[in-house]
């Protein structure tokens, strides 16, 4: 087995993100401000390219052309008339996040395809993404002079640990004023274009209190940048249930979403069980009917995630979720492995032993295997004894 | 061998000497007063027992080290916020274990864990891990690995670890430590 420390990835996701934010601060304070609109748009724009370069050096982008081809369909379909004009990609990062550049490209976390349940909630992302770029938020943000949120609407993520000083710039400068306000008009031109389009209003609303809930559960300190705290996230939920209150429906394309993203997404759910991230599979998976879109792994996950989390009760509901993933998917081994450790822990024996037996027999040459023979061999000397 | 480690070893052998640090003798067994268990070290070593736990080394502490302690459940993974029991399997805490190196101020840079497998410490079923990092910038930034064996006791966690820069430092000296590991029993070393 070999695996990364965790932090090598989300640390280099964090520095060429800073670097994003380091290229707006540079046009911002370098001599030249007197420029002219042009000559500022071009510095904005090279300094951009630059960051977003080191971006795909990094192997950050998911790189899977079927997805970012999907992606940019739904782009295309919400802004028509920037065809091709405005990419989408998919970014490598486990987050429920997507932010825009000033070069019109749009980066799409794998960990929001994760959390997304359609195409029209997408679309919604998509569409209050495409708003920051179609009301020229970076450069009017530059030329303001007030606010960071310039080159990138939303890559704030980190920023904070990496930058010293530029968090607080960040969270304290008059950014939150211009924002709050850029924020309110992406999230207008977002719902105009996503109605104009044909989707369902009313998938705006659950992606904001599905964030907000998220924020709330795994107590982050401040919440993905595409959903900036400013205005507040219920706010703004109840802002686009009202705004499609009496609409009149439209498409929601799940079956085609998923489709298109699964792949990305289960990679997505692989990478927070690697990092034990109990809280954020919780919050990925514990919806009712959420984990059975993972089928066979989502219960036996959801069950992890209880196990990492670790708190009051949770080893009873990790219990009872490998259970349920047994009972679903009988032939499921990783299931019997995680119900056997925890009946050991317990010192549950026999139910120890049968359960890890049915894990070796079913997954003879998995890496865990040789500690479950190690545990069996343990568990009944102890009986013997 | 490289200025850095001489350099190195400049600096940490005259604290070796200072220290309490004793010759092992390899025909008797050596532990600290305080808990109990006993080792046989490799000959040629230094050894001390001043505190809780074990330490030894060949050529100072930042060039090979095995320790050996037995840590209170509670305690054991404080940073990873993970607590082990005596039922803990040597799966689950060599999970425990390495979360608790990814977590807090002093968590290891680059961590990769090149291999985890069933073993024994002290006739107990346990777990052998063997990780690859770098020391902080402030020790060198040396490439370093790391094998520990690990096992639930009814005390605590009872860890064996022996690591060493991978240059150089690492191969010359692990069968020494599976040597020594295996000698380890849960008994107090003879007065």
Redesign the interface.
Known sequence: MACTARDSPSAQRRRALAGLLGAALFVWNSPGRAISEQQQRERILFETREQEAHLTSLGLLYGNAGLDAYLQSVMDRLYPERHGEYRVRAFRDTEFNAFAVATGNIYVNTGALLRLRNEAELAAVMGHEGGHLVDDHMYRGIVAAKSVARIGSAFTLGLTTTLPGLGSLVNYSTMAGFSRDFEREADHTGFERLTAAGYDPKAAAPVFERIAHEVSERRLKQPPYVFADHPKLLDRAHTFAALADGSHGGELRADEFIAATQEARIMALEEIHEHKDGAELIAVLADEGVAAQFAPAGEYLLGEGYRFRATDGDEALALERYTRSIERYPDFAPAYGARGRLHARRGERDRAIADLEHFVALAPTARETPFARQTIDRLKREIAE | MTRRPIAMLALLLPGLACAGWKPVDPSKPVGPGKADFSVLLPDGWLYDTSSNSLSASHDGIGLNQISIAITAHKKAFKEAK?ES?P??????LA?DYI?EL?AGPN????????????AELAGK?A?RLHLKYRAPQSAGGAQMESVTIGTALETGVMLATYQAPSIHYFDRWIANFDTAAGSLSLSAPPK
């Open positions: 993970k029991t039922k803990t399997t040597p799966e689950d999970e979360a990814h968590a290891l840079n680059d961590l990769v864990v090149l291999s985890n497998e069933p079923p777990f």
